[in-house]
DNA sequence: GAATCTTCGACCAAATTGTTCTGACATTTT
DNA sequence: AAAATGTCAGAACAATTTGGTCGAAGATTC
């Protein structure tokens, strides 16, 4: 009754574990099931599908990398810190919401709609971040900007592209001195020269 | 004709990797014949059945960790650091042997008798080791003991002791750590005191 | 004690999976 | 060159697995 929701999250908990570590495709009901101790047809009580089951869980990956970048990205003032953060978050995130890449990336799995839907949907929201980002930045007079909306998809084009090599991958090197050294190249294009100015 | 046996070698090693992600179970034919760029059928021309292949693998790793182990306590001199150097080999190879390790851990793989056959096996060969440095360890009178025989089981059980909570939770404290202070423990134990002879 | 909420075992149709079989192509042997 | 043997893959199969359904049986609430 009151508990359906709440038994519904721990669903998804355990659910997303289990799928993070077998894929949607490798994962069954009965270890769903054993998982959470109940019943497999019980599972059938609080969700429709293992398609179901699948979508919340990429939704709950999805939020919460939601709130951890806007958390991130309050944290500092300065535009280029807050750029910064954002590209690191985003890009750190990418070990803990692996049922939300996996969603995105593997090829077992884009007959879902939804995942084109939420993908679609993320985008939108980052594209209005880094535009918030960018735009303060040359109100600042930090950046140099021409045109905010075209800078941020420029950013959120080279941040897509770290995606996929970040993705095939995982263990390779060190995400930290390649995200550096995009950031470097990043501001060096984009942040306003300091000693001679044009 | 000659390659065969290179081409066995060649699906260890694949069948290797992916059962080390996925588990024997979850690991299936196809997959394995996609990594290998080869049909499901043809599979079956170098190895008799999927529990063979997977026998293959297991075997292999044996016989990786009994290379590595040797090197190991052959790099140094003293029976304190071959000791010491055997120890770390073996509980780092943990995560690199999964399939070693799972296939001795795994509920639903013990009716695999093989596994029971490599297992024993190994332990005679380990318990020789052991043995032999810590008789050694004894002659130089580093060691104090009375029974290196069952010293060195002593030691082995040890070690099995240990290798329980490596498997259940990987990723949680770093090794090194908890091997530091079993070494700690293992020597003040078993080594001579020089200070003050009894 | 009726009505509703929650759980589960039994069951099912569809899909998957390990394995076999047959035949085609390649290579070697005679 | 033809016979024999080695190498491979597609189709087919039997057995198992898997996602999902249904009705009944406890709980809980009214």
Do not use: C
């Amino acid at each position: 009754m009151i508990d359906k929701d709440e038994y519904r999250k721990k669903i998804i908990i355990s659910a997303g574990q289990i799928f993070s570590r077998y894929g949607f495709r490798k994962t069954t009901m009965d270890e769903l099931a054993k998982a959470l101790k109940m019943g497999k047809s019980s599972i059938y009580y609080y969700f429709k599908s293992k398609e179901e089951i699948f979508e919340a869980v990429v939704l709950n990956e999805a939020n919460m990398l939601r709130n951890e970048l806007t958390k991130a990205i309050k944290s500092v003032d300065s535009p280029i810190d807050k750029m910064r953060n954002y590209v690191f978050v985003r890009m750190k995130a990418f070990e803990k919401l692996s049922n939300y890449y996996n969603a995105i990336f593997d090829k077992n799995l884009d007959h879902f709609d939804f995942i084109e839907t939420i993908r679609a949907r993320y985008d939108r929201e980052e594209l209005a971040i880094l535009r918030l980002i960018i735009y303060h930045g040359a109100r600042k007079k930090v950046f140099r900007v021409v045109n905010s909306e075209f800078t941020a998809l420029a950013v959120q084009t080279t941040l897509k592209g770290l995606e996929v090599p970040l993705f095939w991958k995982k263990r390779e090197m060190n995400i930290e001195d390649r995200l550096n050294a995009i950031l470097d190249v990043l501001f060096y294009g984009i942040v306003r020269k300091q000693a001679s100015e044009v």
